[in-house]
Each structure stands twice: as structure tokens, then as C-alpha cells.
């Protein structure tokens, strides 16, 4: 089993925040977590609960495995 890259999974969501057009202290309310809470998650110096990934993935319209995996998923499989 892999681990898990938290900087990686960090980077991917803030990449879709920012796709997305939201700040990071309006995703932050929506998801019920503070600001530095989220910017923290974001630089992967903390791991995020199910509960914060299922969030993330209802208001970034996409699915965990894409969160935790990124971008790469979507090439990888168009290969």
C-alpha cells in the first residue's frame, strides 16, 4: 500500500480552488474548517479527515481518488 503524499494531495486541492475560483477563506467556511486550518492542508503539513476530503470532493466536483492521486489520474487514463 502507498502512502498517502499530503504536500501532493495539499497542492491538488488548491490547484482546484483555485480552477474553481473560490478563496481559500470561502472554501475554508463552506467546509466548516478555519482558514489556516485549510492553508495548512493545502502546504500538507496536516492530513485532512474523510469528513474534510468529502467536502472538498462535493464542492471541487471531483472524486477523492482525484484528489489523492491528481492530475495524473486523467492522463493516465487516456493513455
Same mark, same amino acid.
Given at each position: 500500500?502507498?502512502?498517502?503524499?499530503?504536500?501532493?494531495?495539499?497542492?491538488?486541492?488548491?490547484?482546484?480552488? %483555485? !480552477?474553481?475560483?473560490?478563496?481559500?477563506?470561502?472554501?475554508?467556511?463552506? *467546509? @466548516?474548517?478555519?482558514?489556516?486550518h485549510?492553508?495548512?492542508?493545502?502546504?500538507?503539513r496536516?492530513?485532512?479527515?474523510?469528513?474534510?476530503?468529502?467536502s %472538498? !470532493?462535493?464542492?471541487?466536483?471531483?472524486?477523492?481518488?482525484?484528489?489523492? *492521486? @491528481?492530475?495524473?489520474?486523467?492522463?493516465?487514463?487516456?493513455?
Amino acid at each position: 500500500m502507498e502512502r498517502i503524499d499530503y504536500k501532493k494531495l495539499g497542492m491538488e486541492i488548491k490547484i482546484r480552488r %483555485l !480552477r474553481a475560483d473560490i478563496s481559500q477563506s470561502k472554501l475554508a467556511k463552506q *467546509i @466548516g474548517v478555519s482558514q489556516s486550518h485549510l492553508c495548512n492542508v493545502e502546504n500538507g503539513r496536516l492530513s485532512p479527515s474523510l469528513r474534510l476530503l468529502l467536502s %472538498l !470532493r462535493r464542492l471541487l466536483g471531483c472524486t477523492i481518488d482525484e484528489l489523492l *492521486i @491528481g492530475a495524473d489520474t486523467e492522463s493516465k487514463g487516456k493513455e
